[in-house]
């Protein structure tokens, strides 16, 4: 069986349909890893969500901050405002099975055998593997249970921004969901520096890119993620940074997991937008 991983596909379902041609995935003895967004400002957010939903065990994803934006939309939270790219998704006739299947996506995917965990954005620098692995079941229970809406109505902020595990409630969600969803930089004292996004070089002097930071206790896993396209791709200190902005006219990159070392590989992408609309 071979198990590639793909980077943020975000609603271009055309470029990932062609990227798998291209690397030959076969659902029906390979296995397809996705780090997050599935969904959001390109096209057709609609189509990849019933792809994946319809590859079943021949998938494994993960949530991204756009595919949680979703679920609050759908939830009822307006706050951060309507999203046209995702109206398709939700006049669906199979929206709510669609969003029921997205809502018990992992945070956190841990593949022991292959030797790699896959996530949407970061680890905090004080987390060990087992420690992120609770933390993500926790979020897990609370979106897969009866109070999920309550916690999408809670869901954004940028507080608290240092890990304490007595934290509790939603402080204690809102952290974890911020670590695996949206992380890129780090404070010099190792809390969340959310408000940076660009690519290092970029940010305040001292900040810190997650799997950089001096001393990540998480730094003997191998870890595969998305999230950060200005980024583009990287391996390096044990992780593989597949967002290679598909959306904004980059490439979509799939990486195959089972070779040493992993394969990689970039479908050029036309492009759906322009970054400097959403500056």
């Known amino acids: 069986m071979t198990t590639f991983a793909v980077g943020d596909i975000q609603g271009c379902y055309d470029e990932l349909r062609g990227a798998l041609d291209r690397v030959g995935f076969d659902p029906a003895h390979d296995r397809l890893w996705c780090v997050g967004d599935l969904v959001n400002r390109g096209p057709k957010s609609l189509e990849v969500l ?31 405002g309507e999203e046209p790219s995702l109206d398709a998704v939700l006049a669906a006739p199979d929206r709510d099975e669609l969003l029921d299947w997205l809502r018990h996506r992992p945070l956190l995917h841990q593949d022991d055998a292959l030797g790699f965990a896959m996530l949407h954005a970061g680890l905090p620098p004080q987390w060990d593997m087992a420690t992120a692995g609770a933390c993500a079941r926790e979020v897990e229970s609370v979106l897969q249970g009866d109070g999920h809406r309550d916690y999408f109505m809670q869901m954004y902020g940028n507080k608290p921004r240092r890990w304490d595990p007595a934290l509790g409630g939603m402080d204690r969600w809102r952290f974890i969901t911020n670590c695996f969803t949206r992380l890129r930089f780090c404070e010099p004292d190792g809390s969340l520096a959310l408000k940076e996004k660009g690519p290092p070089g970029s940010q305040r002097d001292g900040r810190i890119p997650w799997f950089e930071y001096p001393g990540r206790v998480s730094r003997t896993q191998r870890i595969v993620f998305g999230h950060w396209s200005t980024l583009g791709y990287r391996a390096q200190d044990n992780v593989w940074a597949l967002d290679t902005g598909c959306l904004w006219g980059g490439a979509l990159t799939v990486l195959r997991l089972d070779t040493a070392p992993p394969e ?14 959403f500056a």
């Open 50 to 80: 019933r792809f994946f939903h319809e590859l079943g065990d021949s998938a494994v994803c993960v949530l991204g901050n756009h595919d949680l934006h979703l679920l609050a939309l759908h939830a009822g939270n307006r706050s951060h």
């Open 264 to 277: 990689h590989h970039a479908l050029p992408c036309p492009g759906w937008q322009n970054p400097a609309a």
